[in-house]
């Protein structure tokens, strides 16, 4: 059993999840949730993104210390304990759902989904004038950029200024960090010059993560 990807994917992305961490952990049936959660915090006690680190580190710790009780079943119900309905419902939606990238309804309905985390890996390695791109349109504030710029975000290996800049936007709009918003940032910062076409084939690729 375990946690698929996808599941997996979009329950670190759901900030509401991100807030209830610590509560999520003691429905998952550890022997003893307050050292795992305690681990988990020293271990993230660095990150530039602690939420995101502190849910995603404590799913797989589920998987691997509770297998026999770590799928999306059990966590649709934790979530519903949680008063994380809407995203219950969204992984309640998914179950026997099957992809039809041929469907331009599919399509449509595919934009308004939250970015993920492989796509922005991809879309910085795109990126020429990334910190261009991270004042005018991600709305990243002049003092993250200089951090990046400077090398001064710990624990980032291997170190990618880019990446820093599109998950500080993403993390910073949760869900509302969607394909369509990022697709039109990017069509902004085209007309102006200075983003390639080739990122939106970023959004174009088969991708089954």
Not at 50 to 66: F, G, R
Not at 97 to 102: G, L, Q
Not at 175 to 180: L, R
Request: net charge negative.
């Amino acid at each position: 059993m375990g946690l698929d990807s996808e599941t997996l994917n979009t329950v670190t992305r759901n900030m509401k999840a991100k807030l209830s961490w610590k509560k999520i952990a003691s429905r998952m049936g550890f022997r003893d949730h307050a050292s795992v959660i305690t681990m988990i915090e020293h271990k993230n006690r660095y990150s530039f993104d602690a939420l995101y680190d502190n849910l995603h580190d404590i799913l797989i710790e589920w998987n691997e210390q509770v297998p026999d009780k770590a799928n999306k079943e059990n966590m649709i119900k934790i979530l519903q304990n949680e008063d994380c309905n809407e995203l219950a419902d969204q992984l309640e939606g998914k179950s026997g759902k099957r992809k039809d990238s041929s469907s331009s309804a599919s399509k449509k309905l595919e934009r308004t989904r939250p970015v993920k985390y492989n796509e922005l890996s991809k879309l910085a390695g795109k990126l020429g004038h990334w910190n261009r791109f991270a004042l005018e349109q991600l709305d990243v504030p002049e003092y993250e950029i200089k951090k990046a710029e400077q090398k001064l975000i710990p624990d980032m290996n291997p170190y990618n200024p880019s990446m820093y800049v599109l998950q500080y936007w993403s993390n910073k709009n949760g869900d509302d960090a969607t394909v369509e918003k990022m697709i039109k940032l990017l069509e902004k910062a085209k007309k102006d010059g200075y983003i390639v076409p080739q990122v939106f084939d970023v959004f174009d690729e088969d991708d089954d993560d």
